[in-house]
């Protein structure tokens, strides 16, 4: 989608500080991070949100982007949580699928970084 900033930093229109990329997917460091580690995984292609009709490749892509991105900001040792916000009663800012991934730092067991 040509307005679509997450579409623009996958395809290199606008370059941001990635992590791991394939030709499916990619990961760069979220722009406001809510924890030590904060990367985001976003498909090439734009789809919405998971409530959306994904291939399975992309799905798996991002499940191996996640592993990916756990080794290489060595977090897949201590832990890290992965989500995903979809729709409005979700806060969904930024309308292109992506999963947030965030660790380094214990998380505690409240989902929400505010109810910590
Ligand atoms: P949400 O749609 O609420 O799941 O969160 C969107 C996230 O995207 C939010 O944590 C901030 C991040 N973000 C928004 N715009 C940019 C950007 O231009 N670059 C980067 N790296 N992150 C962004």
């Known amino acids: 989608m040509s307005d679509c900033i997450f579409c623009k930093i996958a395809n290199h229109e606008i370059e941001s500080e990635y992590v791991y990329e394939d030709d ?3 990961a760069f460091r ?4 809510e924890a030590p ?4 995984v976003v498909p090439k292609a734009h789809y919405v949100n998971l409530a959306d009709d994904i291939p399975a490749e992309v799905l ?9 991105v756990a080794k ?3 977090i897949d040792k201590t832990g890290f949580r992965v989500v995903s916000n979809a729709g409005k009663d979700a806060d ?8 947030h991934v965030l660790g380094g730092e214990f998380l ?4 929400l970084p ?3």
């Open 92 to 99: 969904q800012v930024v309308q292109h699928l992506h999963v």
């Open 108 to 111: 505690g067991s409240a989902i």
């Open 114 to 116: 505010e109810q910590r």
């Open 72 to 74: 290489r900001t060595g």
């Open 24 to 26: 499916l997917v990619c």
């Open 60 to 68: 798996v892509a991002m499940a191996h982007a996640v592993r990916e």
């Open 37 to 40: 580690v904060h990367v985001l």
């Open 30 to 33: 979220d722009a406001s991070p």
